[in-house]
């Protein structure tokens, strides 16, 4: 599915700082930039790095600096959907090792506290696959979508309580109770067509038969889709941008149209055992 | 310096489960295995992996199994002074993509929680080299040591109110207060020479400088007598012992002598603004 | 119903402290003490106190003292059975002023955080009494009874996510929970007939119809076998003893047994929308 | 020193409810209310409730309604100073029964979880003054005013970690650290001569040589221009306003003036160990 991005972002210095942005679409097999332009006004240099397979952009601004970001892309996203009708879990003794780290508790979701949570309320499901869906589901039917409920020291564990939250929240919640059944899970950040109103998105990937299955707990959107941005342990290494110094953020515009006729949106295909992977 | 290690642990398995053990000391230019042995009794299968460059051995335990596991290596450790008396802060723009991901909170280091209170208690030194001497010198002074004082849920928001820890509470809060000062900081899990009572020891590291450098505020072991078995983020990802399934702790004994004639050991240098580094 | 109280307790006091026990049966129009007795081995002078209707005992031990504190009392409980088939919700305006303390939030019981959590789960029942049955019986499906599992720093909040703990845990989270939906609530801490293991045992009340109405989400015990030692907030300031200074808890035993023939004991009787009061 | 207050409120039920304030200047043989007019505007039935020695004011608004609270009041406040020079500790074998409630911790006040903490930074000061002084010192040292730092949920163990907070919250960890080091502490709120912005104030007492001694931390204004509204262990059971239902609060006037020529204001008069008490 060809899908256009485009992104407006805007940035004031009061005081010298850095932005460290992460809004690349990942480039890989599946995924591939057909075009993509960056540019800023004014001009200022830009540098890409990448950091955990991650492409981010770092720059400067100085004292008195206002600056527009925009990003303009063309990607091709290719996903794949399995059937995980008979799937079994994954034993710990079989994982990939660089799977093992999506095991452990992070910043945002407390996996070490949540085992007996998790156990009693999914522990019974013996498909992995339809495991996680409940979880998901339990996560929709039981958290609030309130945009301002939450903020960025949220995490999973006040979420369980406050019964509210935005995208990461849902995201950062369904990382935390697949880990606490051992399950790995990562956060993922992308562009995400008809989200309204427009803005990145946040959802989860929990590895399940060898993939890395997407599982969106707000339902905001259809599955297919999204193109992917990142993929991290969960917010607080993938954020969009990290700033550093006395920088206020202005604007931002985000959208994510279809460039061309799409393949039809799935949503909720849950009920079928049938989950969609990208890479 | 030369070091002979030696450890013995031993696990009963009541239901089936997996270990992943992290006790090998990291291997690089600086640090020399000489020799190594590992071996288990009864025989089991061992599988080593390599995740984010630490080398784990991975190894399933059926159910009603003991086994009692053994390690002894010989290790040449080198590391290097540096003096830090006119040392600069790297700036943001200036630090290297792989030492990013060490400014970020993470599970039991909520730097995102710490901006004002490291910025009040340590903000106004300019050297980052006394900065984090500071940082770690607050620590051992408000800190008590009190072996069972925590738990492996206890972060470095509890420490600060409740006064006490462990070695990985004191690098918890070294690294959680760094972050919060723009300070790329991460955990050091390892083998210390004379400490009391034996068992595996965790600091932390700084980036000062483009090293990164070495700093203890539990003020137990001589600096350079240590030897790396892995860095992280946190506890979270450098466990010395992931354990699933049904499996018990039963003992473990850890001793790390001089193999010969040792160096001086190096303490509280700091006043002299020459920093210890491993690589 | 004649209960039949013994509890002996034994104190050391490694230097010198002050012990207040809140283990006397409270005196109210509906329940007598026909004989008590207070003794202690050695003898020391006691002061009773009363604080908030509350009846406390405080004396000095001095630096090496052992002491065994002795009470035996025989009680007779009245309590009524009330029926809620028709009640409706208290209106605010039409509250006791005496009543208005218990919708507050207080140390264990953090109703304040748990407003969307309350109303999402039991806010669609119309009758209070069925509403808190409700809140009772969610707590006793959903978290687990362990021995151990909580400590005198444990909130409801903790229990929601942790989803064990004692009596003291599941009293705690029936109080915040009834607070957060506006319904009058606080802590009862007695003694019981029949509890295993033999212990002081801690439930709520919360207020519905003018009556003050008992509920024990442990389901351990009859709801009429327990003689009411105090009421407060939660366990903050209803502890069955507050000790300052170093002294150390050596031994309890309490007993709680029928005096003669008793009624039959009334276990989850919620079903038939009658509730019963202590005054 | 006699005192004008003049109080306006403003409230908006967009759906029906009621509204207990608590904004009555205390009456006691120390502190004598000249005159007082309250007055709503449309009229509408208010009740008064004394509640733990505080007198409150009930009423209903209706779906729809809008209404305009009034109260203005000439007050006489004494206060007494009393000299700390050779003060003890009271033991708590003498404190008497009403004060011992404010010795446990509660919702904001977190004392149970400070002990070390509060040892460690003011257990070396013998005469309680001077370490309830040093508590307001270091409050006011260490956190900083900042209007909107802190919310409803904020607790004493938030602001440590935080650094920030209002008169509310550096009222709670006052009152914490006093609990935590076994000094009786409450919440004191109240009207406050020359607060700028005009506002109600809050601070805190402690228990000392039998008297409730008054500690501002905030330093904002003179401790002898204060009118006492309410006491409490914290602001749960102390808030100025209790709204149950769907009321907004529109908009809110204080005014806190002389009456005639002041007594000479009193700050930080805590050096020449003189203390201010209130009634």
């Not at 060809?2 to 972002?9: A, D, H, Y």
């Not at 075009?35 to 601004?61: A, Y």
């Not at 990145?200 to 707990?217: K, P, S, T």
């Amino acid at each position: 599915m060809k899908l256009n991005i485009t992104v407006e972002i805007e940035y004031y210095a009061f005081t010298a700082g850095t932005i460290i942005l992460n809004i690349h679409p990942s480039k890989n097999t599946q995924q591939h930039i057909i075009t993509e332009n960056f540019q800023t006004e004014p001009f200022i240099h830009l540098e890409s790095l990448t950091v955990q397979n991650n492409q981010l952009t770092r720059f400067e601004l100085l004292e008195g600096n206002q600056v527009k970001v925009g990003y303009q892309a063309s990607v091709e996203n290719h996903y794949q959907f399995n059937d995980y009708q008979n799937i079994a879990e994954t034993a710990i003794i079989n994982l990939p090792p660089d799977v093992l780290p999506y095991l452990y508790p992070s910043r945002y979701c407390q996996s070490d506290k949540l085992f007996r949570f998790a156990a009693n309320l999914f522990g019974a499901y013996i498909n992995p696959f339809e495991k996680v869906c409940a979880i998901s589901n339990w996560i929709f039917n039981n958290i609030l979508y309130i945009s301002g409920s939450s903020n960025t020291q949220t995490t999973a564990l006040d979420t369980i309580t406050e019964r509210a939250g935005v995208c990461r929240d849902f995201a950062h919640l369904g990382i935390a109770l697949c880990r606490a059944l051992t399950i790995p899970a990562r956060y993922f950040t992308g562009y995400a067509l008809q989200l309204q109103p427009p803005d990145f998105h946040a959802c989860f990937e929990a590895y399940i038969g060898n993939n890395w299955v997407l599982f969106d707990a707000t339902r905001l959107v259809p599955l297919n889709g999204m193109v992917k941005i990142a993929n991290g342990v969960d917010a607080a290494d993938t954020a969009v941008a990290n700033i550093f110094g006395g920088i206020n953020f202005i604007s931002m515009n985000v959208a994510c149209e279809l460039a061309e006729d799409a393949d039809s949106p799935f949503l909720y295909y849950y009920d079928a055992l049938s989950g969609l992977s990208y890479i």
